[in-house]
């Protein structure tokens, strides 16, 4: 096993003690269920009352670590996940964990029908060594040092994440690449002439960007048009005991996703920014930009769900890959979207 791999497993088991969690009051006969992730559809169902409505108390749990959810989801601390798919969520699905994908949740996606392409995270490089031509394309940054806020190997391995492989391609293993949790410290590092490139998360991006340090090289949606950012994955037996619940959850969900878009499309601006004020762990003076990096969707993007598998097999971070048709149930959604 190698050591990104390692690093990667005592990642899971470390960072519980910061575990936050938001619970309101359950208004009275309203049945609570247990979410991982502060998402745009659940801040917005709590901001307009929609859960309440529905009978249904969300209680968000939210960690600094993404990874960490899908062990949350095992050992019973929450109901559902609303997050990205690592590689241990499937290992414990091929283990034997009985968890079921009932919606999608986020996408990113190429530009198409006249809306822009939507990245949850961009790839830039140094502003001077673009404007004196020295790296215009990513094959430009072999033997450079290039910071990722997510864990990288050593120098020489594929990237652990299925999209660095195919931006990079065999030049990955050539870059000098170094982890930078913090985007802001990249941005310092930019300055100084400390880093030559980074891949950085769109928001911090622009800012880069903005501020003349940095020139996007790529977008991620330039090589892969559909990548699942998130889904909404549920331990089936809460599924099986709760179906009424978890329908009514979804019917809200879908209503959440569906003012994403709108706000999007310019609509409802103040209230959605007032909404991440009361509810939200985002700056709401940012909100504006932030909601702009993903399509809200139930759809699952089975190429990309697929393909990611077989990327974490292959650098040694998952057991096996997981037929879709064993983890997928669409039944909950299909039920939701026929309620009124």
Do not use: C
């Amino acid at each position: 096993m190698n050591a990104f791999v390692v690093g990667m497993r005592k990642s899971f088991v470390a960072g519980f003690a910061g575990l936050a969690a938001l619970a309101a009051t359950p208004p009275a006969g309203a049945q609570e269920i247990r979410v991982g992730g502060r998402t745009e559809p659940i801040v917005i169902g709590m901001a307009k009352g929609w859960f309440k409505e529905a009978g249904v108390s969300v209680k968000v749990v939210e960690i600094p670590n993404f990874m960490q959810y899908p062990n949350l989801l095992a050992s019973n601390s929450i109901d559902v996940l609303d997050g990205y798919m690592p590689a241990n969520i499937w290992n414990m699905i091929a283990s034997g964990a009985q968890f079921k994908i009932v919606s999608g949740s986020a996408l990113a996606v190429a530009a198409k029908d006249g809306q822009p392409a939507r990245n949850a995270r961009a790839y830039v490089v140094r502003k001077d060594l673009w404007d004196n031509g020295a790296v215009r394309k990513i094959a430009d940054l072999k033997g450079r040092k290039v910071a990722d806020f997510a864990p990288v190997p050593p120098k020489g391995q594929l990237s652990p994440f299925p999209i660095g492989h195919k931006v990079f391609g065999e030049t990955f293993k050539e870059v000098d690449w170094v982890r930078v949790p913090n985007e802001s410290d990249m941005m310092v590092a930019l300055e100084k002439k400390d880093l030559d490139g980074a891949r950085m998360r769109t928001r911090f991006a622009r800012i880069a960007i903005n501020k003349g340090l940095a020139v996007e090289i790529v977008k991620e949606t330039d090589i892969v048009p559909r990548i699942q950012v998130r889904a909404v994955v549920a331990r089936e037996e809460f599924a099986k005991q709760n179906a009424d619940l978890l329908v009514r959850f979804l019917r809200v969900y879908l209503r959440g996703q569906a003012y994403a878009r709108e706000v999007q499309k310019g609509a409802h601006g103040e209230e959605y920014r007032q909404a991440m004020k009361e509810h939200g762990s985002i700056p709401p003076e940012i909100a504006l930009e932030l909601v702009q990096e993903q399509e809200f969707t139930d759809e699952l993007a089975m190429d990309d769900l697929l393909d990611t598998q077989k990327h974490f097999v292959m650098v040694g971070a998952q057991s096996k890959v997981v037929p879709l048709e064993q983890v997928i149930d669409r039944q909950y959604l299909q039920k939701a979207k026929a309620l009124p």
